[in-house]
């Protein structure tokens, strides 16, 4: 049975006082009992990566990066690489978040180039992927979605696509303004996703709009191995709750 992947990307928020106290929450839970069959993983902003990826350390949290530069070094003002996140202590590189394909211009090619940096570098790609809400209506998000991530995967070979995370994102779910995916709308996707990629990449997660209502019922769904969650994990009650909901899940089936 895989473990279930549980994660969440603070976004750009906590400052490194808050960054800190959840961090410090979270590795006395870790150390007291931990969480079978789960893997838990926490993105901070690039300037608390350090200290909370130095709290959590020996803590089984994995620690990593909201974005990196496909470049190792250079004139890149205001951009961070790869090596320099792992430096800093990530282990895990998220790549082609909707936000960043949107406001920051990502494309399917930088998104590729990042993924085998970080492949290049050690790191964990987790690769976001997810179609916007026009065409989900129209019926198109599995041929868009398995086109991002072909795209993204293009050229690597089977023991770095292995180590790719694909988390699929419906656009139209993520965010205050998102509405929570019912698992009908996106089973069809996690079904094509497993046929073409499952045995090929680490694991598939679902994100956007999860919370602690949503969780259960959506790592039901089929070839769904975890979740990546956003604001209803940016409390540490709210995290400790959907790691605990991901606990007894695979307590009680396991995904395949
Ligand atoms: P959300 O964010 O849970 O706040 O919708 C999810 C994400 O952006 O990964």
């Known amino acids: 049975m895989r473990q279930t992947w549980i994660g969440t990307s603070w976004k750009m928020t906590k400052t490194l006082a ?14 007291q009992d931990g969480w079978a069959g789960v893997q838990p993983f926490v993105i901070p902003p690039s300037t608390s990566l350090r200290l909370v990826a ?3 350390d020996g803590s089984g949290v994995l620690v990593g990066a909201q974005n990196a530069h496909w470049e190792d070094e250079g004139a890149w003002t205001g951009e961070v690489s790869v090596p320099l996140v792992v430096d800093a202590g990530a282990r895990l590189v998220e790549i082609g978040h909707s936000e960043r394909r949107t406001h920051f211009g990502e494309t399917d090619e930088t998104v590729r180039l990042k993924v085998s940096a970080a492949l290049r570098h050690g790191c964990i790609p987790l690769l976001c992927v997810g179609e916007p809400e026009e065409v989900f209506a129209r019926g198109g998000s599995t041929a868009f979605v398995l086109a991002q991530v072909e795209a993204a995967m293009r050229g690597l070979g089977p023991d770095e696509q292995r180590r790719v995370i694909v988390a699929y994102e419906p656009v139209w779910a993520i965010g205050e303004h998102g509405r929570a995916a019912r698992p009908e709308d996106v089973s069809g996707v996690f079904e094509q996703l497993a046929a073409e990629f499952g045995s090929r990449v680490r694991a598939l997660l679902y994100g956007g709009s999860v919370d602690a209502g949503n969780a259960a019922r959506t790592l039901e769904v089929p070839h769904v ?3 990546f969650v956003g604001r209803a994990a940016w409390t540490l009650p709210g995290f400790l709750k959907i790691l605990d909901i991901a606990v007894s899940h695979g307590a009680t089936c396991g995904s395949t």
């Open 18 to 31: 808050e960054s800190s106290s959840f961090a410090r929450g979270l590795a006395a839970r870790a150390h």
């Open 54 to 56: 130095d709290v959590l």
């Open 225 to 227: 191995h975890g979740l």
